[in-house]
């Protein structure tokens, strides 16, 4: 019967591998067929991308606590690049591309290629992820077919200032133009609760997977609070957010900062009607939110595009929300969506 053939068949195969198998472990040879049903690359990028964000959040904590930032202006004062936006995104960028060398890999810091310090590279990688299953929608992802958007030292103007709460490290995954994956690292997360605590954390997710390493909340049903910059406000972000008819304002630094806010209650949307935000300020928070059933777009309610050959910035501003995403999108005055085009 075709059940039966199938059934031996099926035993025929596994006979065979697992001599196949005995065979290679007596002369310390590792098949190929072994190989391939290891972690997917998506899963190993991911856990790599988890224990490089930690090792650039320990970049950034030594260069504050060494006390010579070296602080540059890029295009205007508000505008700025440390020492440690510097050496965090080598350390990331390099240490990536000596692991999955077909990458795509876009930083944010303009800077000459030189050769990185062996300190610098992270070459480990965080094994409780690859115990995770890979969603089947990316188990057949190319390394190739992969953009990573990497910000460095999200939050820069907050660091120099010593708003170090608002600092994260972002490193996004994007394919076919969607952000997918994504890391986020806190390097200054509990700075504030004592010598003996624990700080830092980094939180990481995948869509049709979830998203970990932080504890969900949502604002109390029926308050509105906005979340916007601090730094890099103007007379659209004040009105857009204005007509939001909030409860309550914060204006903080970092775009990683403020989808954390979201996920963890502290506020119900992030509002920032203005050119400024660029790819990979959102790549990496978008997925994280997403992840968690929230939404991410432009103020027109477009999606963004990752694609390597997309422009850097978001020039018509963002607009995310954990929860009740309409509500925020059809206060955006129309004033305000002419203002800014996609």
């Not at 204006?251 to 990979?280: D, H, M, T």
Request: aromatic share 8%; hydrophobic share 40%; glycine share 8%.
């Amino acid at each position: 019967a075709k059940a039966r053939y199938w059934t031996r068949r099926g035993t025929w195969i596994y006979d065979n591998a697992l001599l196949l198998l005995l065979k290679c472990l007596w002369s310390n040879v590792v098949p190929e067929f072994i190989m391939a049903s290891g972690n997917t690359v998506l899963m190993r990028l991911v856990a790599s991308a988890y224990s490089i964000a930690q090792k650039a959040g320990m970049i950034v904590r030594r260069v504050i606590a060494e006390g010579d930032l070296g602080i540059v202006e890029k295009t205007c004062a508000t505008d700025l690049q440390t020492k440690a936006d510097r050496l965090a995104q080598m350390s990331i960028c390099s240490s990536l591309a000596r692991k999955f060398p077909k990458l795509t890999i876009i930083g944010e810091e303009d800077l000459p290629s030189e050769e990185v310090d062996q300190e610098l590279i992270e070459d480990s990688q965080w094994e409780e992820i690859l115990k995770q299953p890979c969603p089947s929608q990316y188990s057949s992802i190319k390394e190739e077919d992969l953009v990573v958007w990497v910000d460095p030292l999200d939050g820069t103007k907050e660091y120099t200032e010593g708003l170090l709460d608002n600092v994260t490290v972002l490193i996004g995954i994007a394919y076919e133009g969607k952000a997918i994956a994504g890391v986020i690292n806190q390097p200054y997360y509990n700075y504030e609760a004592g010598p003996d605590a624990v700080l830092g954390r980094t939180i990481w997710g995948v869509l049709g997977l979830g998203a970990f390493g932080f504890q969900l909340k949502e604002v109390p049903a029926g308050k509105h609070i906005i979340t916007t910059t601090r730094s890099h406000s103007n007379k659209l972000v004040t009105d857009c957010v204005t007509a939001m008819n909030p409860d309550a304002v914060l204006r903080v630094g970092g775009a990683g900062n403020k989808i954390i806010q979201l996920i963890e209650g502290k506020a119900s949307a992030y509002v920032f009607a203005s050119p400024g935000c660029k790819k990979w300020d959102t790549c990496a928070p978008e997925v994280i939110l997403h992840a968690v059933g929230g939404k991410l777009t432009d103020i027109h309610g477009n999606v963004l595009q990752y694609h390597k050959d997309v422009k850097h910035m978001n020039s018509a501003g963002v607009l995310a929300t954990l929860r009740n995403y309409d509500y925020y999108a059809s206060r955006v005055p129309e004033s305000i969506k002419n203002a800014l085009v996609p």
